[in-house]
């Protein structure tokens, strides 16, 4: 079969069109969880139908577009405030194209060679369900100081409606490129959605974990439920579980991830498996977590001993003489509390507190977000609530809210 696959160079958008954007899409570089994120490169014509594009009106612009020549977006990156040389983790295009797109590629390596020539260290996500060649991973490990990891978005989905490629190998054929030639490159396979009635039978669980079979290590998530991409896919015809239980974050109901490790368990793969895409982009590079997961020792349950060893040994409670400093580094102000494994703070929004967690590789928590116990970073939908949980966090809420009162203007 044949992919749209878009034009070999790209257009840069409009003044006008600039205009008329959503700021999250205009936004070239901004703050992730899993990383400092540049995208100046917007649209893309591979039509997942549950795409997160569809969130930010961007979901019908099928040809990659510019949004400022690359050389420029590179200066954004390395200028941003909260950009650290060697500590602060890298996202390629992980928000709105797809980076071995044929017109998007010269832009990563690109960006990769010229960071690369810079001496910089640190981890670099590149998320991609396209054709990466044997050519591609050649000029990848001629990389000296990045660590990159590629990270292949694959979950055995084949139905054309909801992924159009996945009625081609090109993904699968990718994965086994990387695998067979990575050295210093880190190779992932991202499986993601994970969604009820879509791909969560026990064969279609082997099948994809046999995928993952030589490559460092394996991401498992849910999906992004949103009125706008349910509504898509509803109206392509497809089944999509949840009913109108929409979330912020992504969903995978407890039951689902038990089915997932058990299958893992029983597959006879030695590949690890993680819950979390720092955990194993980190396992990936011999590093510990640089999300502070081990915080959160839950999550922790199904990672390899000595994985779990070099974040024991990494993590430490930070004082609160530490996050004065990196408040002050950074330039930020929050009202905040330190609990065992994470930090509370108040209003930072999560630009800022990302960037602090991951200079400190702690978890810095959102008191009007918070996580519960055997969900984190997920939707509630599919879990139950602690109720001495609910009631600490209440607590504590009340607590910000008093500091909040009394404190000076
Ligand atoms: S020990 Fe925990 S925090 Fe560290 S990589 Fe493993 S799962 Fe992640």
């Known amino acids: 079969m044949t992919i749209a696959v878009g034009p070999r160079l790209l257009p840069m958008l409009s003044d006008q069109a600039k205009a008329n954007l959503d700021p999250y899409m205009a936004l070239i570089v901004g703050y992730r969880k899993s990383g400092l994120s540049l995208n100046h490169i917007i649209g893309c014509p591979l039509d997942c139908g549950y795409c997160v594009r569809h969130f930010w009106g961007n979901y019908d612009v099928k040809i990659p577009h510019l949004l400022c020549p690359t050389d420029q977006a590179i ?110 490159t880190g190779v992932v396979l991202y499986w993601r959605p994970i969604v009820p009635g879509w791909n969560d039978t026990p064969d279609t669980m082997a099948h994809v974990l046999d995928a993952g079979r030589d490559v460092d290590a394996i991401v498992f998530t849910g999906y992004y439920h949103k009125p706008e991409n349910a509504d898509h896919l509803r109206n392509l015809g497809v089944a999509v579980p949840y009913a109108h239980d929409y979330a912020r974050r992504k969903v995978l109901p407890a039951d689902l991830d038990a089915r997932v490790v058990a299958a893992w368990r029983a597959s006879g793969i030695t590949t690890p498996l993680f819950r979390k895409t720092s955990c194993g982009v980190a396992y990936a590079h011999a590093a510990p977590d640089y999300n502070g997961h081990w915080g959160v020792r839950e999550l922790c349950d199904i990672c390899p001993t000595a994985q779990r060893q070099r974040c024991a040994d990494d993590h430490h409670e930070p004082t609160s003489a530490d996050l004065d400093a990196v408040l002050a580094h950074l330039g930020y102000t929050t009202d905040y509390l330190i609990e065992e494994g994470h930090i509370w703070t108040r209003g930072l929004g999560e630009q800022h507190r990302y960037a602090i967690q991951h200079t400190l590789r702690h978890q810095i928590w959102e008191l009007d977000q918070p996580h519960y116990l055997h969900a984190h970073g997920r939707s509630l939908n599919g879990h139950t609530t602690d109720p001495d949980q609910v009631s600490a966090i209440a607590e504590i809420r009340e607590h910000f809210e008093n500091t909040a009162r009394y404190e000076d203007d």
């Open 75 to 184: 200066e954004q990156l390395v200028t941003h405030h909260a950009f650290q040389p060697h500590v602060t983790p890298i996202q390629l295009f992980n928000k709105a194209t797809d980076p071995f797109l044929p017109g998007v590629k010269p832009h990563l390596f690109q960006v990769l060679q010229t960071l690369d020539q810079r001496g910089f260290t640190n981890h670099v996500l590149v998320i991609t369900r396209f054709k990466v060649t044997t050519a591609e991973m050649t000029a990848l490990e001629q990389l000296r100081h990045l660590r990159v990891t590629l990270l292949f978005t694959y979950s055995g989905i084949t139905d054309p409606r909801i992924e159009p490629i996945a009625k081609s190998n090109t993904t699968l054929t990718s994965i086994r490129t990387a695998a067979s030639h990575k050295q210093r």
